[in-house]
C-alpha cells in the first residue's frame, strides 16, 4: 500500500473517531433535544464542538494556509449544523421515535451526510 494511500486511511480514521467522540461523548441532552431549534445555542454549540476537533486531521495531512483552515472550519460548521437540523425536522414533522424504522434510516443519512463531509475536507486539503 502506498505511503498516500495509508495517509488518506489514517485522515478518514481520525475524522470518524472525531465525530464519535462529539456525537457520543461529548453531545449532552441539551444539544440533542434544542437541535431542532433554528440557531438554539445547543445545537450551534454542537456543531462548534465538531468544528474545534477537525484539526486533528493535521496530525497525518500538511495544515494549509490560515485562510483555508479558517474556511474549511466554517464550511464543515454551517454543514454540520444544517445537516442537524434538516434531520430533526423531517423526524419531527413525522413524529418519528427512536421506535421507528424511519427515525433509524433518517439517522443512517445524516451519518452517511457527515461522513461525506469529511471525505469531502480530504479531497480539499489534498489539493492545496
Known amino acids: 500500500m502506498s505511503t498516500a494511500s495509508i495517509t488518506i ?31 438554539h445555542p445547543g445545537g450551534l454549540l454542537h456543531a462548534f464542538i465538531h468544528v474545534a476537533l477537525t484539526p ?37 414533522a413525522r413524529g418519528w421515535t427512536n421506535m421507528d424504522p424511519q427515525f433509524w434510516r433518517a439517522f443512517g443519512v445524516d451519518q452517511f451526510a457527515h461522513f461525506a463531509t469529511y471525505i469531502g475536507i480530504i479531497v480539499v486539503l489534498l489539493s492545496v
Request: glycine share 2%; with cysteine; proline share 3%.
Open 56 to 92: 486533528v486531521v493535521f496530525l497525518v495531512l500538511p495544515m494549509p494556509t490560515l485562510a483555508m483552515v479558517g474556511y474549511i472550519l466554517l464550511g464543515e460548521f454551517v454543514i454540520h449544523y444544517h445537516l442537524d437540523w434538516t434531520k430533526e425536522q423531517v423526524v419531527r
Open 9 to 39: 486511511l489514517m485522515a478518514i480514521t481520525l475524522l470518524w473517531t472525531k465525530h464519535t467522540i462529539a456525537d457520543y461523548f461529548l453531545q449532552t441532552w441539551w444539544q440533542v433535544s434544542n437541535k431542532s431549534r433554528y440557531c
